[in-house]
């Protein structure tokens, strides 16, 4: 069964702290993502990547960043986390041609007090 | 930016009974999707509709899509408790491959009354 697997399903952090999520799959795709999930403004995306070492912002790339060292895995950092940063993470993966949908990881809700 | 915007918000019905979901979108794309969220967890791809295609099926699903009219609904028949959950259309802009990214509404939440 494939999989796009997140490292925490819940994490609480303090402000100003360096925070990675990690997401890891074993599809072999191409294309990874990672989105925010709040209530009332659904999914928006802050970045992706189509290939290793490749990235791409999304519409909400500020206070984040990421890497792609290896093409199974997708790190979303946050440099210094501030309270609203607290929200659902959703990494995603899709081949490069992908035209079946997206894969989603189960999600880690952070919390950042 | 927020592409997709799905109607109703929210939608309490019998088991047993149809549930209809309305997806309508801004510009042009290759092709829309649908997704489940239980709640808490992450996005499960339900169907996907090409620009090209005006309908299509899978299981207790049915899908649509107007193009001229920027909108697509979803249908689920004969619901199951099972399938409360949120659900969300994203569209697909790329013309070619690689990633620009999905854009997602902002869900309906429904809920199957037993």
């Known amino acids: 069964d494939v999989k796009v697997t997140q490292s925490s399903r819940y994490l609480v952090k303090r402000t100003g702290e360096k925070v990675f999520l990690e997401c890891v799959q074993d599809m072999d795709h191409e294309n990874m993502f990672w989105y925010r999930q709040d209530p009332g403004l659904g999914l928006r995306l802050i970045y992706f990547s189509y290939d290793v070492k490749m990235k791409e912002k999304g519409d909400i790339p500020e206070g984040y960043s990421v890497s792609r060292e290896k093409k199974e895995r997708f790190s979303l950092i946050l440099e210094s986390a501030s309270t609203n940063q607290t929200s659902m993470y959703l990494c995603?993966?899709?081949?490069?041609?992908?035209?079946?949908?997206?894969?989603f990881g189960s999600g880690t809700r952070l919390t950042v007090v | 930016s927020q592409q997709g915007e799905e109607d109703p918000q929210a939608l309490s019905i019998q088991e047993g009974e149809n549930a209809t979901m309305n997806c309508s979108y801004k510009?042009?794309?290759?092709?829309l999707q649908w997704y489940r969220q239980n709640s808490g967890r992450g996005l499960v791809h339900l169907i996907l509709?090409?620009?090209?295609?005006r309908e299509k099926h899978s299981g207790r699903l049915r899908v649509t899509l107007d193009t001229s009219k920027k909108s697509s609904s979803l249908l689920i028949t004969a619901s199951r408790a099972a399938d409360t959950a949120s659900y969300f259309c994203a569209t697909d802009a790329r013309s070619g491959g690689g990633a620009d990214g999905l854009t997602f509404g902002k869900g309906t939440h429904l809920i199957i009354q037993p």
């Open positions: 509709i090409r620009s090209n295609e």
């Open positions: 510009t042009s794309i290759n092709n």
């Open positions: 995603a993966s899709s081949p490069f041609w992908g035209r079946d949908g997206y894969t």
